[in-house]
């Protein structure tokens, strides 16, 4: 059974910095390339990032790029994305999920990002 658990998700002012995490289980998660994908209330599901299950390659949505990255950690099944200098825009709920861009499925329940003053 796939399983993909978000943690990290907090308040936080704007400018400042979180890491989300995923844990995976129930899939050969280092043949398998990543994504982190966010939800706002009211908009549709925004791509943020992706990485090749070797960690070799990494893509960003043109928003995020500069400010976030996104690591994993195959021995521990463990998927990361570091936000730096967040903003109110980027309260959304993030989910990490196989595959890239246009190709994703198993999301996780997801971790909420709220940034406010």
């Known amino acids: 059974e796939v399983q993909l658990v978000e943690s990290g998700g907090d308040l936080v002012q704007p400018g400042g910095s979180l890491r989300v995490s995923c844990v995976a289980s129930?899939?050969?998660?280092?043949?398998?390339?990543m994504s982190w994908v966010r939800q706002a209330p009211g908009k549709g599901p925004e791509w943020v990032s992706g990485i090749s299950h070797d960690g070799a390659y990494t893509r960003y949505a043109d928003s995020m790029k500069g400010r976030f990255t996104v690591s994993r950690d195959n021995t521990k099944k463990s998927l990361f994305l570091q936000m730096t200098n967040l903003k109110p825009d980027d309260t959304a709920r993030y989910y990490c999920?196989?595959?890239?861009?246009?190709?994703?499925?198993?999301w996780g329940q997801g971790s909420q990002v709220t940034v406010s003053s």
């Open positions: 999920a196989r595959g890239w861009e246009g190709g994703l499925d198993s």
């Open positions: 129930g899939f050969p998660f280092a043949s398998t390339d």
